[in-house]
């Protein structure tokens, strides 16, 4: 039979042996958060269209239709295509755009609505963020503008790389496998419900691995 102090001291052993537990998770969960996001490389997997299986109806005011080439003397494929703007869908003030993210689990698959970026008004948008990539669209999109208003026409897409370094301006990511849906919204007819547009993206984000000793 248990004395009252041996019940105790039994007591102060399974709350001490509960707060190391408790230590051992939170130093465990921080280390993971630790990892799952940081310096990083992008791999563009998949870029194109949206299907409509995904999101349903939308419109052709933007569209983007891509083909992925190797070359045998470079690791890295290459992306090659058009991108087109219609109605105009690239003028100020007209749309809104947001970023409907997936993530991919082993397990259960597409994890839909990971995380949904609502960036607001598309010109104002890319005029914010598009200057990180201007050396990009001088040498890959050569006729595409670098900031808003974006004309109507057709925009060839020239021997853009799949693989991309950390950008200055979005220095940690989330690491793993991610689907985005570039969505375009009206925003002077607020009648029209259905997106004007739906681009696809998917991307492979790995932690960036120093060469240095």
């Known amino acids: 039979m248990y004395t009252v102090e041996t019940l105790s001291n039994r007591y102060a052993r399974i ?5 190391t537990v408790e230590v051992l998770l939170y130093k465990g969960y921080n ?5 799952e996001e940081g310096p990083y490389t992008i791999d563009i997997l998949d870029v194109g269209a949206c299907p409509k299986e995904e999101v349903g109806e939308f419109g052709n005011d933007f569209e983007v239709h891509t083909i992925r080439q190797h070359q045998r003397s470079v690791r890295d494929p290459f992306i090659s295509g058009n991108l087109t703007v219609r109605n105009g869908a690239g003028m100020p003030g007209t749309n809104s755009l947001t970023f409907k993210v997936a993530k991919w689990d082993t397990v ?4 839909s609505n990971f995380m949904v970026l609502k ?7 890319y005029n914010l963020h598009g200057g990180a990539y201007k050396s990009y669209f001088l040498k890959h999109l050569p006729t595409w503008p670098v900031k808003c208003p974006i004309y109507d026409g057709t925009y060839p897409i020239c021997n853009l790389s799949a693989h991309h370094d950390t950008v200055a301006s979005f220095p940690s990511l989330p690491y793993g496998r991610f689907r985005l849906h570039a969505m375009g919204y009206y925003l002077q007819q607020p009648s029209h419900k259905a997106p004007r547009a739906c681009s696809r993206w998917v991307l492979e984000i790995v932690e960036k691995v120093s060469s240095g000793g």
Request: glycine share 10%; aromatic share 4%; proline share 0%.
């Open 119 to 125: 960036m607001g008004e598309l010109c104002r948008a």
């Open 108 to 111: 259960s698959g597409w994890r």
């Open 15 to 19: 709350n001490q042996s509960l707060k």
């Open 31 to 35: 280390v993971q958060r630790r990892v």
